[in-house]
């Protein structure tokens, strides 16, 4: 099993604003981030630190899924659903989604749980 995350709180601002992806503590089910602590963190105001690793909440993971008219890093474009592939098509050929929408996206890192 993997888990996603990003480390950098300004991204995960960007994902969680445009593309309403949650985020969860490393050790809570809940969702435990908001938008304005990780400008915070990002910004480095109010002398708060970066988490390390800000998890993808299991609600969001559905985000990571590619879809019809997404952009992948390869330069294809996803343009039916019959070329839709899985979350796991996609890792195990290094295929990530840069774009959904025509709004960029950015791919997290995994760990192995």
Known sequence: ????????????AYMMKIHGMKFACAHKK???????????????????RPPGKIFIHPESLHL???QVGDLLNSG??????????????????????IQHNGIPFMWP???EV
């Not at 908001?34 to 480095?44: D, E, H, I, N, P």
Request: hydrophobic share 35%; glycine share 6%.
């Open 1 to 12: 099993m993997k888990r996603y995350f990003y480390r950098e709180p300004l991204d995960s």
């Open 30 to 48: 809940d969702s435990c981030y908001s938008l304005s602590s990780l400008l915070a963190m990002g910004a480095g105001i109010f002398n708060t």
């Open 64 to 66: 990571l899924e590619p």
């Open 76 to 97: 294809e474009v996803i343009r039916n659903s019959i070329a839709v592939a899985t979350l796991n098509d996609l890792e195990r050929c290094g295929v990530r989604i």
């Open 109 to 111: 890192e995994t760990e």
